[in-house]
């Protein structure tokens, strides 16, 4: 009797010893093959330095279809691992349907989404958002990432595959202070700044931002380089007025001393204003004085327009019904649509590009380091110029045999120690110090000035990358921000935003047609089973009792 005393004794103790240390040790293993619910090593450094509480509010509380209970699971677990790194995450999730207009009046807006249960299509809306609050700041997180032109289960899979990124980069934002510097380029006729303002505004999230112009370069040029030194990062946004040498070499001096450079040039002049008013509009090539100075870090921009079957639409007013102007969109071959290679964090994960009247950029062999980061489709076309761009193109049928250019690089990443556009060289004006040649160093050159700027309606800017007319969202602003991103080598973010993750969802056509089918076999097969363990259990019985 003692004895089983003893036993009972030592198994209490031992249920107790392994529920106290489970409670103090949490380990969580991934057996997934995705590796979906492991934490990268950058999440990992922001959550465990948080030293005060951050609280989360998630708005995924209700009845919703089995897709949206995925994405309502999959975040939940992913706060739990936030949470069980760092005990001062906390989070709740809510019930939107009370607080609705409250939502909506913080800029958190509904989305009305179909859904096919049972054979029936039904609607229904949902407040796919949750809000992150650290001290005095809050930071709203989309939940339900809007990729243009796919399914709802491919835009359920990218919305569960971009958690990390979007919760991550919301709480790096309201709990780490600004620290990097940003130039906007003035003076050389780049676009006003109601066309960046919503860039201007999303990335005054991160750095701090300020309008600088080589204006002073022309009586104090020494002091211009100074302040421009100042700065991390140089944005130029379509100059359309030519760069004096000065000018240049104060850029070129600006990146010898490691300062990193975001090029949007159009080198043909073709702007949409003067084709809406006409109908035609001339494309010719727009001297900025930039040609040698590109050259020498081994690229070219060409006076040509690169034309894509695969491509956005243009917006025309096509006729009157009573006093009412009707519009109507139509595939415009000078705006390609540029869908992402993912072979970069710059554009891994972004939707499609939506540029304007782009131009070919030529990679020269030298030792810089080349990564094209966005390209045309292998149904491209090459205009030369100057020539006649006129919309009554639209109502041409395209021969696909004409679009045989290939993949023409429009935007490249160069990477490595760059040589000074003057070595050896006369130089514009005297400066103390002046370097030859950098350190590794970076610069992205992209051959459209539009890729930055928004579309304004009511004289108000929109936001980057959505179409006015026809509200389509492209992936212009993600891959601008990643771009600032990893120049400013904010890199482990982008990091996170590169995973992916497979989700697994039913064929509803599939499972509706069998579903008296599967119904009958869970029913019937465990009971089959239970049976048949019987007959077995009872046969074996009776031979040993025989």
């Given at each position: 009797?003692?004895?089983?005393?003893?036993?009972?004794?030592?198994?209490?103790?031992?249920?107790?010893?392994?529920?106290?240390?489970?409670?103090?040790?949490?380990?969580?293993?991934?057996?997934?093959e995705?590796?979906?619910y492991?934490?990268?090593?950058?999440?990992?450094?922001?959550?465990?330095?948080?030293?005060e509480v951050?609280?989360?509010?998630?708005?995924?509380?209700?009845d919703?279809?089995?897709?949206?209970?995925?994405?309502?699971?999959?975040t939940?677990?992913?706060?739990?691992?936030?949470?069980?790194?760092?005990?001062?995450i906390q989070?709740?999730?809510?019930?939107?349907?009370?607080?609705?207009?409250?939502?909506?009046?913080?800029g958190m807006?509904?989305?009305?989404l179909?859904?096919?249960?049972?054979?029936?299509l039904?609607?229904?809306?949902?407040?796919?958002?949750?809000?992150?609050?650290?001290?005095?700041?809050?930071e709203?997180?989309?939940?339900?990432k809007?990729?243009?032109?796919?399914?709802?289960?491919?835009?359920?899979?990218?919305?569960?595959?971009?958690?990390?990124?979007a919760?991550t980069n919301?709480?790096?934002?309201?709990?780490?202070?600004?620290?990097?510097?940003?130039?906007?380029?003035?003076?050389?006729?780049?676009?006003?700044?109601?066309?960046?303002?919503?860039?201007?505004?999303?990335i005054?999230?991160?750095?701090?931002?300020?309008?600088?112009?080589?204006?002073?370069?022309?009586?104090?040029?020494q002091?211009?380089?100074?302040q421009?030194?100042?700065y991390?990062?140089?944005?130029?946004?379509?100059?359309?007025?030519k760069?004096?040498?000065?000018?240049?070499?104060?850029?070129?001096?600006?990146?010898?001393n490691?300062?990193?450079?975001?090029?949007?040039?159009?080198?043909?002049?073709?702007?949409l204003?003067?084709?809406?008013?006409?109908?035609?509009?001339?494309?010719?090539?727009?001297?900025?004085?930039l040609?040698?100075?590109?050259?020498?870090?081994?690229?070219?921009?060409n006076?040509?327009?690169i034309?894509?079957?695969?491509?956005?639409?243009?917006?025309?007013?096509t006729?009157?019904?009573?006093?009412?102007?009707?519009?109507?969109?139509?595939?415009?071959?000078?705006?390609?649509?540029?869908?992402?290679?993912?072979?970069?964090?710059?554009?891994?994960n972004?939707?499609?590009?939506?540029?304007?009247?782009?131009?070919?950029?030529?990679?020269?062999?030298?030792?810089i380091?080349?990564?094209v980061?966005?390209?045309?489709?292998?149904?491209?076309?090459?205009?030369?110029?100057p020539?006649?761009?006129?919309?009554?193109?639209?109502?041409?049928?395209?021969?696909?045999?004409?679009?045989?250019?290939g993949?023409?690089?429009?935007?490249?990443?160069?990477?490595g120690k760059?040589?000074?556009?003057?070595?050896?060289?006369?130089?514009?004006f005297?400066?103390?110090?002046?370097?030859?040649?950098s350190?590794?160093?970076?610069?992205?050159?992209?051959?459209?000035?539009?890729?930055?700027?928004?579309?304004?309606?009511?004289g108000?800017?929109?936001?980057?990358?959505?179409?006015?007319?026809?509200?389509?969202?492209y992936?212009?602003?993600?891959?601008?921000?990643?771009?600032?991103?990893?120049?400013?080598?904010?890199?482990?973010?982008l990091?996170?935003?590169?995973?992916?993750?497979?989700?697994?969802?039913?064929?509803?056509?599939?499972?509706?047609?069998?579903?008296?089918?599967?119904?009958?076999?869970?029913?019937?097969?465990?009971?089959?089973?239970?049976?048949?363990?019987?007959?077995?259990?009872?046969?074996?019985?009776?031979?040993k009792?025989?």
């Open positions: 009797m003692k004895n089983n005393y003893s036993k009972i004794s030592y198994l209490v103790v031992g249920l107790l010893l392994i529920n106290f240390l489970s409670s103090k040790v949490y380990q969580r293993f991934d057996l997934t995705d590796g979906r492991t934490i990268s090593e950058t999440s990992r450094k922001i959550i465990e330095n948080i030293h951050v609280s989360i509010k998630v708005y995924l509380e209700g919703f279809p089995a897709e949206f209970k995925r994405l309502q699971t999959e939940r677990l992913h706060l739990e691992e936030l949470k069980a790194l760092n005990k001062k989070f709740r999730f809510i019930n939107p349907s009370e607080i609705g207009q409250e939502l909506i009046d913080k807006q509904p989305s009305s179909q859904v096919q249960e049972n054979g029936k039904s609607e229904i809306v949902l407040f796919p958002f949750a809000e992150v609050s650290y001290k005095n700041k809050t709203q997180v989309s939940l339900l809007d990729i243009f032109s796919n399914t709802q289960n491919e835009q359920l899979e990218s919305s569960i595959q971009n958690l990390e990124f919760f919301a709480i790096h934002k309201v709990t780490t202070k600004k620290s990097k510097k940003i130039a906007v380029l003035k003076g050389n006729g780049e676009l006003d700044d109601i066309y960046i303002a919503d860039f201007l505004k999303k005054g999230e991160y750095y701090y931002l300020a309008p600088f112009t080589l204006d002073s370069v022309a009586t104090q040029p002091k211009t380089v100074h421009l030194a100042n991390d990062l140089a944005i130029i946004a379509k100059p359309t007025e760069f004096t040498e000065q000018e240049k070499y104060t850029l070129d001096q600006f990146i010898m490691g300062g990193k450079t975001l090029w949007m040039i159009d080198n043909v002049q073709a702007e204003d003067s084709l809406m008013q006409t109908g035609e509009t001339l494309a010719y090539p727009r001297d900025l004085g040609t040698d100075f590109f050259f020498n870090y081994g690229i070219r921009i006076p040509t327009i034309t894509d079957l695969y491509s956005s639409q243009i917006t025309l007013a006729g009157k019904i009573g006093n009412k102007t009707q519009f109507n969109s139509f595939p415009w071959k000078y705006y390609p649509l540029v869908i992402s290679t993912n072979n970069h964090p710059i554009n891994i972004i939707e499609a590009v939506n540029l304007k009247f782009p131009n070919e950029i030529d990679t020269l062999k030298n030792h380091k080349k990564t980061l966005l390209q045309s489709s292998a149904l491209s076309a090459k205009v030369g110029t020539s006649i761009v006129s919309l009554k193109s639209i109502t041409q049928k395209e021969d696909p045999s004409k679009f045989t250019y993949n023409k690089t429009l935007a490249v990443l160069l990477e760059f040589i000074s556009a003057y070595y050896q060289r006369v130089k514009p005297n400066l103390n110090n002046s370097i030859e040649k350190n590794l160093n970076k610069m992205v050159v992209i051959s459209d000035g539009d890729i930055i700027a928004n579309d304004i309606a009511n108000q800017p929109l936001e980057l990358g959505v179409d006015k007319w026809t509200n389509q969202q992936g212009n602003k993600d891959f601008i921000l990643n771009t600032v991103n990893y120049l400013l080598d904010d890199t482990g973010l990091n996170i935003r590169s995973k992916k993750i497979t989700i697994d969802f039913l064929n509803k056509q599939k499972a509706y047609k069998e579903a008296k089918k599967w119904q009958l076999i869970n029913i019937l097969f465990p009971l089959f089973l239970l049976s048949l363990g019987g007959l077995i259990f009872n046969y074996f019985r009776k031979r009792y025989q």
